[in-house]
């Protein structure tokens, strides 16, 4: 069995159903950490399409965890579920929001190094956006096919 079949075989409707829950949720985090940052208005840099795009990579590695997660308890698979998918979620959520001077990672920055240089990384990232989005969605993407290549293995097969 390979990775494709492992895809179809755990996209059964129970995972549709909690894969698009998912998404709604990460959809609405990123959205309202950026409402915080833009002072209740959702502005990005970021085209839209690479947040649905890191949206959807981040829900689909979830749910394929939160199957990971079941599946290990049904059998005698050693793998387990990763964070990746929350912590892309959020931290895309941060970055979109960059170039503002009321941005959550200029405040964090500010208190730790100063001022001078939390503008610095800020206006830095806030200019990288995009390229930090993609190179997140490819992490998600090796994230999933890992999982997928594993959970084919015979010691992980999905029954």
Do not use: H, W
């Not at 959807?56 to 199957?67: F, K, P, R």
């Not at 959520?93 to 200029?106: D, E, H, T, V």
Request: net charge positive; charged share 10%.
């Amino acid at each position: 069995m390979d990775a494709a079949e492992s895809f179809k075989k755990i996209y059964r409707p129970k995972y549709i159903v909690l894969n698009i829950a998912i998404a709604v949720a990460y959809y609405y985090l990123i959205e309202y950490l950026l409402s915080i940052q833009q002072r209740g208005i959702p502005i990005t840099s970021v085209p839209l399409y690479l947040i649905y795009a890191l949206v959807a990579t981040t829900s689909v590695s979830l749910t394929i965890a939160v199957y990971s997660i079941s599946n290990t308890r049904r059998n005698e698979a050693k793998v387990s579920a990763t964070a990746t998918s929350v912590i892309t979620a959020f931290i895309g959520g941060i970055i979109s929001g960059c170039s503002c001077q009321a941005a959550i990672l200029f405040s964090v920055l500010e208190v730790s190094v100063g001022a001078g240089e939390a503008t610095l990384v800020n206006t830095v990232v806030g200019e990288n956006a995009p390229l930090i989005f993609g190179a997140m969605i490819i992490i998600n993407l090796f994230v999933i096919g890992y999982y997928l290549n594993k959970l084919s293995k015979p010691s992980c097969r999905i029954k």
